[in-house]
């Protein structure tokens, strides 16, 4: 019974499936810190109930030394007033001799007193002695398991931490995806390449104008030569008249 109120009431936390319970936690490091306090609060309670089963197996067992040595003691006892009641009878002292053989009997019947507590405690001394044994190994299992659980919550702690971070990137890559950098440039690239359309059509077109401006020139030209010539003809008409 002893065994089972101290650790019945942790099998559940000693069993429990801690990836299950971070799925449902949401600070699973708060969690994770809360059971390793709760494994040390049970450890603690289970260290002053163990320690006060050890102290009362002592106990016992001081009963038990103290009835042994009084059996020792009352048998020396009655083997010396028996040894006393011999002399007497030797010597003719009869009453004497009876004396001491009463206070013999008495020693005896004490000596078979603390026989009998020391055969009533034995079964319940060696019964605490198990019950201490397994407690003890307990405790240790207790121990061994709040490092495996210390060990498990930096374990996951971390594993927490770096799929957050690996959370932030894809979403940062994602973001970057969405934005798609490569068609901003290729819209500015698209601007670029009308602004250069634009300048090579008014450079074509200032072209064409200067073009324009030179034929009007041959134009002129020409009708220059032609009145001169018509002049000269005319001059020519003239004197011939006059001739």
Do not use: C
Not at 71 to 90: H, I, Q, T, V
Not at 159 to 176: D, I, L, T
Not at 192 to 221: N, T, Y
């Amino acid at each position: 019974m002893t065994k089972q109120s101290i650790f019945g009431r942790i099998s559940q936390l000693a069993k429990a499936n801690i990836n299950a319970l971070l799925d449902s936690a949401e600070d699973p490091q708060k969690m994770m810190d809360q059971m390793v306090r709760d494994y040390n609060d049970n450890i603690a309670e289970a260290e002053q109930a163990i320690a006060q089963t050890i102290g009362n197996l002592r106990m016992l067992e001081e009963d038990y030394r103290e009835d042994e040595e009084a059996m020792a003691e009352w048998g020396n006892k009655a083997l010396a007033a028996s040894n006393k009641a011999d002399e007497f009878r030797a010597s003719g002292k009869a009453d004497e001799a009876g004396k001491f053989d009463n206070l013999a009997k008495v020693a005896i019947q004490r000596q078979m007193q603390a026989e009998s507590e020391m055969k009533t405690a034995q079964p319940t001394i060696n019964s605490q002695r198990e019950i201490v044994d397994k407690l003890k190994t307990g405790l240790n299992q207790m121990k061994e398991k709040r490092t495996e659980l210390a060990s498990k919550r930096d374990e996951l702690v971390a594993r927490s931490k770096a799929a957050h971070a690996q959370n932030q990137v894809n979403e940062a890559v994602k973001a970057v995806n969405i934005m798609d950098p490569a068609s901003e440039i290729g819209r500015f690239e698209e601007k670029v390449r009308r602004e250069e359309a634009r300048v090579r059509g008014a450079a074509e077109l200032a072209s064409s104008s200067l073009d324009a401006q030179f034929e009007s020139l041959e134009d002129l030209g020409e009708q220059t030569e032609v009145e001169a010539r018509l002049a000269a003809l005319k001059s020519k008409q003239t004197g011939a008249i006059e001739g």
